[in-house]
């Protein structure tokens, strides 16, 4: 029987493949890209090519595939063999430098949001050598970033990339303020938490809104949810433990560091936490682990259901996204260590993040924002959607004796008794675990909570990154030519508390009462839908700073917004569709046909005893015709919305109008519909409900 250290990382091209493979010099010159963002050699491509297609067809693989990010959400591939002709009539295994480095994929079916023309249908692949390849399938993966023919980036991974270079740029120039001369190179990294749903395949096969749009569009609710909060953390069944095992197994031979899984608040919820991986990697596993979920699930006869709010009444899923910068010496520069208020160079980067936060709220709202994600923002499972940050009661003291000119007094050290003398004693954390907070510190890290668990992490973190990347450049532009370094230090980061301590908020972030503050005295942003936000990614602030750093350029993120609000557009329009059809060819009909039956009832009841009044039947039968009754209003109300957004030109209108017309109607029909469920005998309702989908997996 293999063991986990047997099969990990046992379908990577990793580094033990390649120290095993490669020429000492080749294997040098490799590390040496991948390290230092040195260029590539071709021959040291060449070689590599050959070494990875060896090892590949020693482990059954045939065929090679770039594989990218493009702007659909999901991940791409174009299969190509690795056979050739000989001269004798048969086939050699041949793959070269040159195919390794480069792809020419046709680019002209993925969205570009205006990048190019129908007609220009060539793009590029180009191989990312610090992300390893892996085989999946039969087929070798090399993880690739994508672009068009005249250059511009159509996917995620490259401005992942560029941000992650500025990041590293701007924050060596701060720390060889603090004569940190031997870093390198400076690299963000995440753990993302993924959570998920999971349902029988058979239930899910009858719910046409599952299969279009990824979510219940109707379900009345169950006698029983989440109420009791004996699922989070609960134990996990039978059915599930098999797929979590299954799963585990998948993602280890890919060299997917999964480590943690176990129920989440909601029936039929789930999660799965890795351990952290540099950004672009971690990018990569992520969309490999929500695709190896579903595909794991189908063998199990599950669905693994990805939607931010695939039901309404119990909590959504998010994607934790646990983001740190470190240098490649090994130190964590958002580790605060014993003595955080005599650490400065960890409170100049902590300041870097406030302040990032703070500038570019807007920004780290937009990388959130899809149609799915709206339900999930500002429901009592995830934060709202006004950004603020946590940091706990330290680092809040700390911040404001520096405002504040005075000494810091210290946090007292509270030791836990827990009144049992054989459990042992320990010290209680500093600061607690602020779940509604969308930005919150956690320890050495901070842990932004607002991505949807169907969310792309490259979004997010290209923000991310940048934003901090900015505001380490204004600080090094201004310490560099300081004469007195640590006053200077002292002033900016005393500045920077002052100016932007409205962004930091410890309590309740659920709280009505907060909103109000946030928006009303503090002056922050509270962009609810993705309508509301995603045009302002156009605002001059932004446009400014994502230029001047190279992460973007102006027509890229003409592009993303155009997609964006497309993407939104779509999805609405896709659930308001599946909704007139149900309503319409399903629903209507069951509930016609009880009303009938039970008159029929009650009819033949009065034949055989004229005295009766038969109340119950005659009572129902009126409340089912009146509910279609408002189901055919209902129904042709969002038609007629429908109608109209077609009319529409320009797709920042048209999101508008979605969203004010649209998503109305949608809830308004929704409403009779479920109410009609309550009341219809189950053997006529066409769909299973939400307790045979919750409590369905055994």
Request: aromatic share 8%; charged share 25%.
């Amino acid at each position: 029987m293999s063991t986990v250290t047997d099969i990990f990382g046992s379908m990577v091209f990793d580094d033990r493949v390649m120290r095993a493979t490669l020429s000492s010099k080749v294997y040098a010159s490799l590390r040496k890209t991948i390290d230092e963002g040195s260029e590539l050699d071709i021959s040291v491509a060449n070689a590599v090519a050959e070494a990875m297609k060896e090892w590949a067809v020693s482990k059954g693989a045939t065929h090679y595939t770039h594989w990218f990010q493009p702007l659909t959400g999901i991940t791409a591939e174009k299969h190509d063999s690795f056979i050739s002709p000989s001269p004798d009539g048969a086939v050699i295994m041949e793959f070269s430098g040159k195919e390794l480095i480069k792809g020419e994929p046709d680019a002209s079916s993925f969205p570009s949001g205006g990048l190019r023309a129908t007609f220009e249908a060539r793009g590029y692949t180009a191989w990312d050598p610090t992300s390893y390849a892996f085989i999946k399938g039969k087929t070798l993966c090399i993880p690739t970033a994508f672009c068009s023919y005249g250059g511009p980036a159509l996917d995620k991974k490259t401005p992942l990339l560029r941000s992650m270079e500025v990041l590293s740029k701007q924050a060596i120039r701060i720390l060889k303020l603090f004569g940190a001369d031997d870093v390198k190179r400076v690299v963000s990294s995440v753990g993302p938490e993924q959570e998920y749903f999971l349902v029988t395949r058979e239930m899910y096969e009858k719910r046409p809104d599952l299969r279009f749009s990824g979510r219940t569009l109707f379900g009345a609710k169950p006698p029983k949810g989440q109420e009791l909060d004996d699922h989070y953390f609960g134990v996990i069944k039978p059915g599930v433990a098999a797929y979590m095992e299954d799963l585990n197994e998948e993602l280890w031979k890919l060299g997917i560091l999964a480590k943690t899984e176990h129920n989440e608040v909601a029936p039929a919820q789930h999660e799965l936490a890795p351990i952290y991986s540099t950004t672009n990697v971690a990018t990569d596993h992520n969309q490999l682990t929500m695709e190896i979920m579903q595909k794991v699930a189908a063998k199990h006869g599950l669905v693994c259901l990805l939607h931010e709010k695939p039901f309404a009444g119990v909590n959504g899923s998010g994607k934790h996204n646990n983001w740190s910068i470190s240098t490649d010496t090994g130190k964590n520069l958002l580790s605060p260590g014993d003595t955080p208020a005599q650490n400065a160079q960890f409170l100049l980067f902590l300041c870097a993040v406030i302040k990032a936060v703070d500038d570019y709220q807007d920004l780290l709202r937009i990388s959130v924002a899809t149609a799915g994600n709206d339900h999930r923002l500002g429901a009592n499972e995830a934060p709202p959607a006004v950004i603020s940050m946590f940091l706990g009661d330290e680092l809040n003291a700390v911040l404001e004796a520096i405002e504040k000119d005075k000494p810091y007094a210290g946090t007292k050290k509270t030791v836990m008794k827990l009144g049992v003398d054989v459990l042992p004693k320990f010290n209680r954390d500093t600061t607690d675990r602020n779940r509604t907070s969308p930005f919150a510190f956690t320890g050495n890290k901070f842990e932004f909570r607002m991505l949807g668990s169907s969310n792309s992490i490259a979004c997010a973190n290209i923000m991310l990154n940048a934003a901090v990347a900015e505001s380490l450049k204004q600080y090094a532009d201004k310490l560099e030519g300081a004469k007195d370094f640590e006053k200077a230090l002292h002033d900016l980061i005393k500045k920077t508390v002052k100016d932007h301590k409205r962004i930091i908020f410890n309590g309740n972030g659920y709280d009505d009462a907060w909103i109000k503050e946030a928006t009303e005295k503090r002056g922050l942003l509270n962009y609810k839908t993705t309508a509301d936000c995603m045009p302002h990614l156009l605002d001059k602030k932004n446009v400014k700073m994502l230029t001047e750093l190279g992460v973007f350029s102006k027509e890229e993120l003409d592009s993303r917004c155009e997609i964006m609000l497309e993407n939104y557009c779509k999805s609405v329009m896709i659930e308001a569709g599946t909704m007139v059809d149900m309503a319409r060819t399903q629903i209507a009909p069951a509930v016609e046909r009880y009303a009938g039956d039970v008159a029929k009832k009650a009819s033949v009841k009065r034949e055989l005893v004229p005295s009766l009044k038969c109340k119950y039947e005659t009572d129902l039968v009126k409340t089912l015709s009146s509910l279609l009754d408002e189901i055919e209003d209902g129904v042709k109300k969002l038609e007629d919305a429908m109608v109209a957004i077609g009319n529409i030109s320009g797709i920042i209108e048209e999101s508008a109008a979605i969203r004010d017309k649209i998503l109305p109607a949608m809830s308004e029909l929704r409403l009779p519909c479920d109410k009609a469920e309550t009341l219809t005998d189950k053997s006529y309702w066409p769909f299973p409900t939400y307790a045979d989908l919750l409590f369905g997996v055994k």
